[in-house]
């Protein structure tokens, strides 16, 4: 069983739907939490930090539970420009040791 | 501007062949990092450095070996490649540890074919 598992996807979505994304993961010492974006094969990109509090950043809306080790992200009103392969991060050892998940693509279709 | 950079972007080489990918960064960053990604994998960590001349293994570090000699330069050594290091590789890079929320940056990625 992989440490971080994601949805495989991939998701097909028409233009201005909503979207969840859903993350577990395996080690209860895991310490900080991410959701990254990455195009077609190029570097990842920071999306959004996620706290057990929850927080939002637009269209995006990210949560935490430790409890039951999940983290999701929710995309709302979604855009062509949202098409994308999303990572699911999750750190720990100290926070020197990073997690990815396989990844769970998206399409979004006009 | 703030970039990680690594070089070569592409490379085809034959098994046995020593090879370095070299990784740099302008932003002063004290922590780096390198992965690779496979398909079905995601990217797996094979080696990361908190500071000059701390360096620890990441999940996936047989076949490889790095340096930190300089703050700005953490290059990727494969002193024999093998097939099963085919892979795109990434450099990356952050202030203080990745526990923080600051945000790590990624170099464009080598993509790297073992023959």
């Known amino acids: 069983r992989k440490e971080v598992e994601q949805d495989p996807g991939p998701f097909n979505v028409p233009e201005g739907a909503t979207v969840a994304f859903n993350c577990t993961y395996s080690?209860?010492?895991?310490?900080?939490f991410f959701w990254y974006r990455q195009d077609c094969r190029k570097e990842p990109k920071l999306l959004m930090s996620?706290?057990?509090s929850g927080n939002e950043d637009g269209r995006f809306t990210a949560q935490l539970n430790r409890a039951s080790q999940y983290i999701s992200l929710l995309i709302r009103d979604s855009k062509l420009s949202d098409s994308a392969t999303y990572l699911c991060?999750?750190?720990?050892?100290?926070?020197?040791?990073?997690?990815f998940g396989a990844g769970t693509r998206l399409f979004v279709k006009a | 501007e703030a970039q990680v950079t690594q070089n070569p972007r592409y490379l085809i080489t034959v098994t046995g062949k020593k090879l370095t990918v070299t990784c740099s960064q302008n932003?002063?960053?004290?922590?780096m990092s390198w992965y690779r990604q496979d398909p079905g994998l995601g990217l797996r960590q094979i080696y990361y450095?908190?500071?000059?001349?701390?360096?620890d293994k990441g999940d996936v570090p047989e076949g490889y070996k790095v340096s930190r000699k300089e703050k700005r330069n953490f290059p990727l050594i494969l002193e024999s490649p093998s097939p099963n290091q085919t892979s795109l590789y990434f450099c990356?890079?952050?202030?203080?540890?990745?526990?923080?929320?600051?945000?790590?940056?990624f170099g464009p990625g080598t993509r790297l074919t073992v023959l």
């Open positions: 991060v999750v750190n720990r050892g100290g926070g020197f040791k990073t997690i």
């Open positions: 080690n209860s010492a895991s310490q900080s």
């Open positions: 996620v706290y057990s």
């Open positions: 932003m002063n960053h004290e922590y």
């Open positions: 450095s908190m500071n000059v001349e701390v360096t």
């Open positions: 990356a890079s952050n202030h203080q540890s990745p526990a923080s929320t600051d945000t790590q940056y």
